[in-house]
Structures are given as structure tokens and as C-alpha cells.
């Protein structure tokens, strides 16, 4: 939650700076690569927490945590590489969706062990 509001606070100050009002989406470049990596980030938050919420459930906290924070730490580094310049983000970008297909992976196997087991 705090991610996606330091995101959102960033497109804020990013309105003002560049003098674009809501509900505008288009202006200066800065202005809309900030605006994209925040829709972005918002975009796949909802993913993320799912895949987090079952893999801590099914497999393993702490690993699960560890990707968790780690996905965290890509994101923003994502956010930061995107509003900086288009490609900053690819990246993080790659790193984030390996990520995501590790919780995935997590997920599925404690499913699958925790239904599976005799």
C-alpha cells in the first residue's frame, strides 16, 4: 500500500511540475512515463498480492516474504528507471516478472501439496 502511494503521490507532484491537469493523461514525456509506471505498477498489484497471499498460505512464509520484498524492490526500481527515462525500466521490468512467475511456481506447488497429499 505504501508503494502504491508514493506512486500516486509521484504522478501529484509530477501534474503540478509539468502543469498537467486531471483527468489529462497526456503531456511532456516526463509527465507520461511517470504517469505509466504508476498505471503500470498499479496494473499489476492486484496479481501480485494474490500470488503472495496463496504462496505464503500453501508453500512458505519466509520464502514467500523474501520474493514478496524482493518484487517490491523491483517495482520501484521500475517506477524510478521508467520516470527517468523509457529504458530504465527494462530492467527491473524483466526482474519483476521472473518475480512473479517465482510466486507463481510457489503458489502452485503448495496447492498442489497441500491437495495431493494422501
Sequence with gaps: VLFSAYFAM?????????????????????????????????????I???????????????VTAA?????????????QGYAGAARGRLGPLYASAWLLWALLGLALAGLLAHFLRP
Excluded at 503531456?27 to 498499479?42: D, V, W
Design 48 to 62: 501480485f498480492i494474490s500470488l503472495l497471499w496463496v504462496a505464503g498460505i500453501f508453500f512458505h512464509q519466509g
Design 67 to 79: 520474493c514478496g520484498l524482493l518484487y517490491l524492490y523491483t517495482r520501484l526500481r521500475y517506477f
Design 10 to 46: 509521484q504522478v501529484i507532484y509530477a501534474r503540478r511540475k509539468y502543469k498537467v491537469s486531471p483527468p489529462e493523461t497526456t503531456g511532456p514525456p516526463e509527465f507520461e512515463r511517470t504517469f505509466r509506471a504508476q498505471a503500470n505498477c498499479s496494473e499489476y498489484f492486484p
